[in-house]
């Protein structure tokens, strides 16, 4: 529990708080000056604080006003010997809880501070009521509405579902999305990446075994299907998964019966199987790599995870979602990004999709030393990334400014020169090709000086036919 906090210059008043508070097991902390707690609050905030108006140095009606601004949620009760009413309203307008004239009853501000923490406690359990309502899947896009409208869909349907998507755009979000609104959110979701096992530990993660069934096996243990009996088992990179396990797992989806190894009693499980890939399932089964039996077992719902690429509408909410809550674990204050980087990043491919992107949030909320986010702040690893070229609403300003920003990012000097230069000779020599080469038409077209053109033919190096 945070401390309620006491401030006053009068020993006497402080020595009564802390044996009151003490006594009703109520942590405290005395201060005997406003520039002690708020330099305290480097460290902590309070529960509760209880300031008296007159101190040495800044009144506390100047520290009430601080703390508000900063911290608007924590109850401040103010006391006073010197009681009137310009000040009590003063103090209620800037937003005491409570005001108290002194002499008090102990008791009585007992009271007060009880009720003072039973309000912080409804702010945080509505602050943390909030947290837990913050969307696991964000998107505004149309592609993203689909994925949503079949989760929808499948809530009150225990079907077996194949994710399809990109690694990185997230599948398994997605499937915790699914169980989350059905009838097994009460039971296990159990994530396991087929990929990321040898094939030689694989069964026995997925089934299980008797204890003594082989070298190492000394107890008896429960697989995955058993784990999260009556809940889901999602089964990531399911392509990836060896043949002769194929044929175990279609006899479980085929009717919930499989054998521990070593095992000789069958074992029954209601689990609902969601399956994802990155790969191209039909073609896996036509070149037989994958069975088409299993194929069609887990093929039963599909949804498509459309790649971040496809969804780069929803890249700026994205973003200030990733950027929040590196700063919520980092306990620092969330980053901007400037206008200029979102453009950038709506021009990138994302070949590592949302999960790059929460990276890139991650290593800017530690790396990044200003609060507002330039282009220059970016990972030098984005400079490489390939250009969008599903965005279709790039004009040529566009295409123009995420250029100048990997020249930026180049570390490239002289820009203005540069690109002045670039665009001088594009617009010369196009006009001399229109004009067929006639100056003194091509300085009416474009509305210079003959001279001018001469100078900058020369300046430029253009020469006939050059472009």
Request: charged fraction near 25%.
């Amino acid at each position: 529990m945070k401390k309620i906090w006491v401030l006053d210059d009068d020993q006497s008043i402080r020595w009564v708080f802390e044996k009151t508070l003490s006594k009703a097991n109520l942590p405290c902390q005395c201060f005997s000056n406003t520039n002690e707690a708020i330099n305290q609050f480097n460290h902590e905030a309070p529960s509760v604080i209880v300031s008296d108006i007159r101190m040495p140095g800044e009144s506390g009606i100047e520290f009430l006003t601080k703390v508000k601004e900063k911290f608007p949620h924590i109850p401040i009760i103010i006391m006073t010997a010197y009681s009137d009413l310009d000040t009590a309203v003063s103090a209620f307008q800037k937003g005491a809880f409570e005001y108290i004239a002194k002499p008090f009853d102990i008791d009585k501000v007992l009271e007060i501070i009880n009720q003072a923490l039973e309000q912080t406690k409804n702010i945080e359990k509505k602050q943390s009521e909030q947290d837990n309502k913050l969307p696991e899947i964000i998107g505004q896009a149309q592609s993203m509405q689909e994925v949503f409208r079949a989760i929808g869909r499948l809530s009150q349907s225990n079907a077996t579902v194949l994710l399809n998507g990109e690694s990185g755009s997230g599948k398994e979000l997605v499937a915790n999305a699914i169980h989350k609104n059905s009838n097994r959110k009460d039971f296990p979701f159990i994530a396991i990446n087929t990929a990321a096992i040898p094939k030689e530990l694989l069964e026995a993660e997925l089934f299980g075994h008797e204890k003594g069934s082989f070298t190492g096996a000394q107890n008896l243990r429960k697989g995955r299907f058993e784990q999260s009996n009556r809940g889901t088992l999602f089964l990531d990179e399911i392509g990836d998964m060896p043949m002769e396990l194929q044929t175990r797992l279609l006899r479980v989806l085929s009717d919930g019966h499989f054998y521990r190894i070593g095992g000789q009693d069958s074992i029954n499980v209601d689990v609902r199987v969601i399956a994802a890939t990155h790969q191209d399932l039909e073609e896996l089964v036509k070149n037989g790599e994958f069975r088409e039996d299993l194929f069609h077992r887990l093929n039963v719902i599909r949804i498509t995870v459309p790649p971040l690429r496809n969804r780069i509408e929803d890249i700026p909410t994205l973003s200030k979602y990733f950027l929040f809550k590196s700063a919520q674990q980092l306990k620092v204050k969330p980053k901007i990004l400037s206008e200029e980087v979102l453009k950038y990043f709506n021009n990138l491919q994302w070949r590592g999709n949302v999960r790059q992107l929460e990276n890139v949030c991650h290593w800017l909320t530690v790396m990044s030393p200003g609060n507002q986010i330039s282009v220059g702040d970016l990972p030098s690893e984005l400079k490489d990334e390939p250009i969008n070229s599903n965005n279709n609403s790039a004009n040529w300003q566009d295409n123009l400014g995420r250029d100048v920003s990997r020249k930026l990012l180049d570390g490239q000097l002289e820009l203005h020169k540069l690109y002045i230069d670039q665009i001088e000779k594009i617009l010369i020599e196009k006009t001399l090709e229109f004009t067929k080469y006639r100056k003194i038409d091509a300085a009416n077209l474009l509305g210079i000086g003959r001279n001018t053109v001469a100078r900058k033919i020369k300046e430029l190096k253009i020469s006939k036919g050059s472009s």
